[in-house]
């Protein structure tokens, strides 16, 4: 089956009539609606069957995302089912109320029942999701130390950095240059208050991305010829709570995550 790769694939089938036929006000209208999933290319009564036909059905957003939820939890169905949740709660920071293991992601909660639904108030990615199931399954409990290394010096770590800093610290660091207040709002939304001074760096926010595995960014501001620079440090039992895969996922699925609420931001302060 076809798939639209964007609005004017669909609108080009159309014939911009605007007769409203499909409760749209215009034709441009209904062709967004299909690109976005919210109607179907056949609701249009010009398009002839036959090209109706040639394309699949288009899932709206919110039916993707449950399905890439589902199909992550899918992933790791067997080893979280051989997962006892109240150990386990006790293992990395989490509560178990006999039916669902809760923990905070960026300082919201997280709950997974023992029929492996989901129960969030945030919106995960992918990414995240497949980072919060490795430390369930594999985090060793160790007790957050306060001692802040770059990824590169955690067990593991030198190996990965050059795909690290590509996928997390230079599109992260494109973001503040962009978005001069997004760490701020960032700290706002989801850190603990707490803030820290370390490495005299212009900007520093400490982060809870999962209960054992806390994540500081640094950031300098472009000054006197200097480019700007950001830098992410983790915890030196990061490695040992969620591995340094984890590790590495997570920073990843963090950064899209801002990445999304740029584009908020942008929009709110454009």
Known sequence: MLQFNNVMEVFKLLDKSNCRKCNEKTCLAFAAAVYKGKKQINECPVVSDKVASGYGIRKNQADLYQEELENTVKKFGEELSRIDFETAAERIGGVFDGNKLTLKIMGKNFSLDTDGKIYTDIHVNSWVLVSVFRYIINCKGAS??????????????????????????????RLADKHPDLLADMADLF???????????????????????????????????????????????AEGNIGIEGVYILGAGITQMFEKLALQHGRSTG
């Open 144 to 173: 957050v130390e306060g001692d802040w290394v770059p990824f590169r010096e955690l067990a593991g770590g030198r190996a990965r950095y050059r795909l690290f800093a590509q996928q997390c610290e230079k599109p992260m660091k």
């Open 191 to 237: 850190s603990d208050g707490k803030v820290s001074d370390q490495y005299q760096s212009d900007i520093a926010v400490i982060l809870s991305p999962l209960p054992l595995v806390p994540m500081l960014i640094c950031y300098w501001k472009a000054e006197d010829g200097m480019a700007s620079s950001l830098n992410l440090f983790f915890d030196v039992t």
